[in-house]
């Protein structure tokens, strides 16, 4: 068993005057608002969040938006291809989200960042917060890269000692992440006693040293309450080793998952949900980052479902599922809220991952920041689909603060000329609700929702009732996007049968009808299919100018039964 330790008046009067008119004032306001209040949605401390650029100061789930006035319109000097309510760095690189933790209302989210790319090479966690997971504050670097002799800083985990078991205080942060130098990765532990604004190199780093492994990194570390004890997930090239720990510092050897066929394993999770919300189906969840081409896909993230004891996770099966069927959701993480009840918290958790995919990573023509962008916040809840636990994704309800005023279209036939007028977007942030139907007078297959701007359409959301997938392909229509090459331009899909149709207990086969999802955002599509049962999450390099939607099929008819547009605010400057 291997083990690893880290070691070791005048104006007075004024004031006091103005003082007493403020409290009065106060006191009055409050009269009057509790006078006419019934249910405001009991937000922490009477503050609202604010629908700005900045982070909003009411708890996440708090249920109530402030009045104040939404921007649907681009931020001055804003480029291009900056998103308008997606996660991105002011300039420079970002890469790898970094598990979110929360104290006091406010949660604490961490990305890979290197402001000298891209001329210098490392990277280092740079912090923002928020209390609602959609408007976001920039808090700075928290841990700085080339302070310590052992490298950059590189993927791990946070959590919040709230039992001082590594004896930095009781509820210290302790981050376990990856330093790599001159090509050797080991683990190092940092502590912050300021939650999570800045923290310490704790003595006697690294406090899991290489055992001469080619691939050792991207620490994940849960509380396993039930043992009592600290679970590590570490990738290990094809493996995921498990580790346990007392203290955070002393780390054994527990037993390893290995996996051929999905390339060099990266950024794994370990973590319990309810199938079907159902308590006595309580499963552990075990997911890597993972390389797909074998099965015709590219890299994306992988997992299994089964039990873990403790010591060794058992898969119930051999074969994996996919998060997300796109080309960009990688280096995923997941977490839950540990103010809700314990079965909220095994119903769902939240999930950001990633937007960007390492074949093009570097060569996206984003010119004032570059590596990508995070997807939306989603919900992540283990559902049983085609009689398997299966992990569906919807977009957390928290988003619904960014909603505009919508339009709508109703029923209608759906031809390869088109549907008729449809709602058109005022802007490059939007989201579409689609319900495509294969009635049994219909005689079309594929339906497509082109999405275009400036006169050219850059990216389809396409669904094959005959096929039962759902599928995205992007169009290279800007200067630079051909470099791209295949992985860009290649149509992704996913399996995800027509309701009320070819489904088990459904009608005839290739008939029924398919909800979408589709959150846009100038340089990103997100598409939720059947209320999450798939989603495609996908870069997207539209032309400038006005944008567009239509919709049609590829051949014969089909119906549109309903589509909604809805206009999402801005909650990011132009950076």
């Not at 570490?234 to 002393?250: H, P, Q, R, W």
């Not at 392909?473 to 149509?491: E, I, K, M, N, Y």
Request: glycine content about 12%; hydrophobic content about 35%.
């Amino acid at each position: 068993m291997q083990r690893y330790s880290l070691r070791t008046l005048g104006p007075r009067g004024r004031w006091i005057a103005v003082a007493v008119v403020l409290a009065l004032v106060l006191a009055a306001a409050t009269v009057i608002g509790l006078a006419g209040r019934t249910n405001d949605g009991g937000t922490q401390g009477g503050a609202a969040p604010q629908i700005s650029g900045s982070q909003s100061s009411a708890p996440q789930g708090s249920g109530t938006q402030s009045g104040a006035p939404k921007s649907f319109s681009r931020p001055e000097g804003a480029s291009q291809f900056r998103p308008s309510y997606h996660l991105t760095p002011a300039k420079e690189w970002m890469n790898d989200p970094q598990r979110p933790f929360l104290l006091d209302g406010v949660w604490h989210y961490y990305y890979l960042y290197n402001a000298d790319h891209p001329e210098g090479n490392g990277t280092e966690w740079f912090h923002a917060t928020s209390t609602d997971l959609v408007h976001w504050k920039d808090e700075g670097v928290a841990i700085e890269k080339f302070k310590n002799g052992l490298g950059d800083i590189e993927t791990g985990s946070a959590v919040v000692d709230q039992d001082n078991t590594a004896g930095f205080g009781k509820g210290a942060v302790v981050a376990i992440l990856t330093q790599q130098d001159k090509g050797v990765q080991r683990q190092s532990l940092f502590y912050s006693t300021d939650k999570g604004y800045t923290f310490k190199a704790a003595d006697g780093n690294p406090v899991m040293d290489n055992p001469g492994a080619q691939h050792w990194r991207d620490p994940k570390i849960i509380r396993d309450e039930a043992r009592g004890q600290w679970v590590m997930a570490l990738a290990e090239g094809e493996k995921i080793g498990l580790y346990t720990s007392k203290d955070l510092k002393d780390w054994r050897y527990a037993s390893g998952f290995e996996r051929k066929g999905l390339g060099i394993l990266e950024c794994p999770d370990l973590f319990q949900l309810d199938v079907d919300g159902d308590p006595a189906k309580r499963t552990w969840v075990l997911a890597a980052s993972a390389n797909g081409t074998a099965e015709g896909r590219t890299t994306g993230v992988a997992y299994w479902t089964g039990t873990f004891d403790g010591t060794t996770f058992t898969p119930a099966d051999d074969k994996h599922q996919w998060l997300d069927a796109g080309a960009d959701f990688y280096a995923a993480v997941t977490w839950d809220d540990p103010r809700l009840p314990e079965n909220e918290r095994m119903a769902s958790r939240h999930a950001i991952g990633w937007m960007n995919n390492w074949t093009y990573a570097r060569q996206l023509p984003t010119t004032d920041w570059q590596g990508g962008a995070d997807s939306i916040v989603r919900d992540i809840r283990l559902k049983t689909v085609q009689g398997r636990p299966t992990l569906v994704s919807s977009p957390t309800p928290a988003l619904s603060a960014l909603d505009g005023e919508a339009k709508t279209a109703d029923s209608r036939a759906l031809t390869p000329e088109g549907a008729g007028g449809l709602p058109q977007p005022s802007g490059g942030a939007y989201r579409l609700d689609v319900t495509l139907e294969r009635s049994a007078n219909d005689d079309g297959t594929e339906a497509l929702v082109k999405l275009g701007n400036g006169g050219a359409d850059y990216a389809t959301v396409g669904y094959n009732f005959e096929a039962g997938t759902a599928w995205v392909s992007r169009a290279a229509v800007v200067p630079g996007a051909d470099a791209l090459g295949p992985v860009f331009t290649d149509r992704r899909s996913a399996q995800s049968p027509p309701r009320n149709g070819s489904a088990p207990g459904g009608g005839q086969q290739g008939r029924g009808s398919v909800e979408l999802t589709i959150f846009v955002d100038y340089s990103s599509v997100e598409v939720f299919v059947n209320g999450g049962e798939q989603t495609l999450t996908s870069v997207v390099l539209p032309k400038s100018g006005q944008p567009s939607v239509s919709a049609a099929t590829a051949g014969g008819k089909l119906t549109l039964k309903s589509f909604k547009y809805t206009p999402l605010a801005t909650v990011l400057p132009a950076r």
